[in-house]
T-cell receptor, first 112, second 110 residues
Framework: DTAVSQTPKYLVTQMGNDKSIKCEQN?????MYWYKQDSKKFLKIMFS???????INETVPNRFSPKSPDKAHLNLHINSLELGDSAVYFC???????????FGPGTRLTVT | GQNIDQPTEMTATEGAIVQINCTYQ??????LFWYQQHAGEAPTFLSY????GLEEKGRFSSFLSRSKGYSYLLLKELQMKDSASYLC???????????FGKGTKLSVIP
């Protein structure tokens, strides 16, 4: 039973397209996150979402928008994809801010 | 803001002990996480230190000194499978977001 799952695992698309990555957790956690890991392996927080409160890292372009249909899901929608968006995107969840985060397997996005 | 520093790479021999350091300057510091990330995989939780001192968990131990802004991860009896990146992440009180260090890539050689 997968705790945090993401789809798709790989996503190849062209510049200018709009795409979504889905994330689901079956742990009953209240908080979910999206991270971006670039080619230099630097893992950076993009968003956290807790009980309908969205916290956005100020460096994230507004082309990125998280959407949470319910507590178990936090999807990432990206508009007008750019070459620099190529990275691995990880979804994660936790019971709260002082608890360990469980990461999904990641989605490798390649923008051509 | 935060400033997190870890060595970029380390190499150690199978069976040996290695210490991975992390220094941080974090306003509102409230604890520090360590995560392990194997190449091509997701990060996995190793430890969370809130109080000063050493916490041991099997072959892995983590140390924290809040006054010095310093933590280390100690790996004993190294195994080849310990080859991975190790990420430290200081936590800010009241924040849900973690800022990770750039990670230390550990290579374990025979």
């Amino acid at each position: 039973d997968t705790a945090v799952s993401q789809t798709p695992k790989y996503l190849v698309t062209q510049m200018g397209n709009d795409k979504s990555i889905k994330c689901e957790q079956n742990l009953g956690h209240d908080t979910m996150y999206w991270y971006k890991q670039d080619s230099k392996k630097f893992l950076k927080i993009m968003f956290s979402y807790n009980n309908k409160e969205l916290i956005i890292n100020e460096t994230v372009p507004n082309r990125f928008s998280p959407k949470s249909p319910d507590k178990a899901h936090l999807n990432l929608h990206i508009n007008s994809l750019e070459l620099g968006d190529s990275a691995v995107y990880f979804c994660a969840s936790s019971q709260g801010p002082s608890y360990e985060q469980y990461f999904g397997p990641g989605t490798r996005l390649t923008v051509t | 803001g935060q400033n997190i520093d870890q060595p970029t790479e380390m190499t150690a021999t199978e069976g040996a002990i290695v210490q991975i350091n992390c220094t941080y300057q974090t306003s509102g510091f409230n604890g520090l996480f360590w995560y392990q990330q194997h190449a091509g995989e997701a990060p996995t939780f190793l430890s969370y230190n809130v109080l000063d001192g050493l916490e041991e968990k099997g072959r892995f131990s983590s140390f924290l000194s809040r006054s010095k802004g310093y933590s280390y991860l100690l790996l004993k009896e190294l195994q080849m499978k310990d080859s991975a990146s190790y990420l430290c992440a200081p936590k800010v009180a009241g924040s849900y977001q973690l800022t990770f260090g750039k990670g230390t890539k550990l290579s374990v050689i025979p």
